[in-house]
């Protein structure tokens, strides 16, 4: 799943201006910060739910796919006013975007099954939905670009991922699913997603805020290169820590009842994450000039700000291991509460400083 994450975005430079990459980015952007600022939180509080019943499985099925179909309708009849929050966006970055709205829907209509398989820490199972749809979607967008040299490349192959990830997550999690919508399964999970609701929202000015900035302030082709600096330098942790921390939500919530085995738990989840994601972001760290090399001049400055940005690994690190311990231990106002705090005392001065020098 790695190396199908790494090879588009290390092709696509190589042939693709920064402007036409810009654009592919833009319009997965937008569909990223639509499902980002809409998260429920149904599947954790699936998964951290003790006397989990199944009406509350099919309640949150049902919740999410109607999410999702209003999302993706949203999207479509909006496009071409939130293509137009970049200034220099071509026409047919709105018909990326109503391309892209599909995601939306496909990936919030998977099978609840995987819920279950996941309280059952059958990860053996997940892998196929997890990775296969990845290499899937990898395969078909490098295809498309090296034959067509488009930034719909991006687009068809992150709806192809969509797609195949939702049809397996029925072969892999078979489950008869009933559309029905139980008020005290929906209080019950909306009491619980809120603060998922909060979290994912402050997550996104986090971690992705300051790209559409970047897009509207200095154009799509500044932004096309800063979006390729931030994802070489988040390798580590989108790649190897991400993936324990999704692991380890489970195991936290099985743990509940026990603070001082859940809090062992985190230590480990945490020094294990450290001895991974390090490593691997020094190595980003030493050859991101090498890579860029590789890339269309056009692409030099990836390089200084791809170091910059590695040295941010080791917060980010302990953030989504805490993240994931926060929530399977039925706490999530915790998480959203420190991340807010997070937000509030460095990101805020920074833009300040980035506005006030024109940075």
Same mark, same amino acid.
């Not at 995987?114 to 990898?138: D, K, S």
């Not at 490349?153 to 192809?160: H, I, K, N, S």
């Not at 833009?351 to 020098?357: F, G, K, L, S």
């Given at each position: ?47 951290? +739910? ?21 999302? %993706? ?79 719909? %490349? ?72 800063? +979006? ?35 809090? %062992? ?16 972001? %020094? ?77």
């Amino acid at each position: 799943r790695t190396g199908a994450g790494l090879l588009p975005l290390a092709i696509g430079p190589v042939l693709l201006s920064p402007t036409d990459f810009g654009v592919a980015m833009a319009a997965l952007l937008v569909i990223a910060t639509i499902d980002a600022l809409s998260q429920t939180g149904f599947r954790q509080a699936v998964l951290q +739910k003790q006397d989990l019943q199944p009406v509350m499985v099919d309640t949150a099925w049902t919740l999410l796919l109607a999410r999702g179909a209003i999302l %993706a309708g949203v999207c479509a009849i909006a496009a071409p006013l939130l293509a137009a929050f970049f200034p220099d966006a071509p026409p047919a970055l709105s018909s990326m975007i109503v391309a892209c709205s599909g995601i939306l829907f496909l990936t919030s209509a998977q099978s609840a099954g995987t819920f279950l398989l996941a309280r059952q820490l059958n990860f053996r199972r997940l892998q196929w939905v997890n990775t296969a749809p990845a290499i899937v979607g990898a395969i078909t967008t490098i295809v498309l670009l090296v034959s067509l040299r488009t930034p719909w %490349a991006y687009v068809w192959g992150r709806l192809l991922t969509a797609l195949v990830e939702t049809g397996l997550s029925y072969a892999v999690a078979p489950r008869r699913h009933r559309v029905v919508v139980d008020r005290d399964a929906a209080v019950s999970l909306v009491r619980f997603g809120k603060w998922i609701f909060v979290l994912g929202m402050v997550l996104f000015l986090m971690r992705t805020g300051d790209e559409p900035l970047v897009g509207r302030w200095l154009g799509l082709a500044a932004m096309g290169i800063y +979006k390729l600096a931030f994802d070489l330098s988040q390798l580590p942790v989108d790649r190897v820590v991400r993936v324990i921390a999704r692991v380890a939500m489970p195991a936290f919530a099985r743990l509940q009842g026990d603070p001082d085995a859940s809090g %062992a738990l985190l230590r480990q989840a945490i020094r294990v994450s450290g001895q991974l994601a390090i490593p691997a972001s %020094a190595i980003v760290l030493v050859f991101a000039p090498d890579l860029v090399a590789l890339l269309q001049p056009e692409y030099a400055e990836v390089a200084p700000l791809t170091q910059l940005l590695c040295f941010g690994v080791l917060a980010r690190t302990i953030t989504a291991v805490s993240g994931a311990y926060f929530q399977g231990i039925g706490r999530p106002e915790l998480d959203a509460l420190a991340k807010a705090l997070h937000l509030l005392v460095l990101f805020v001065p920074l833009y300040a400083v980035a506005m006030r020098w024109q940075l």
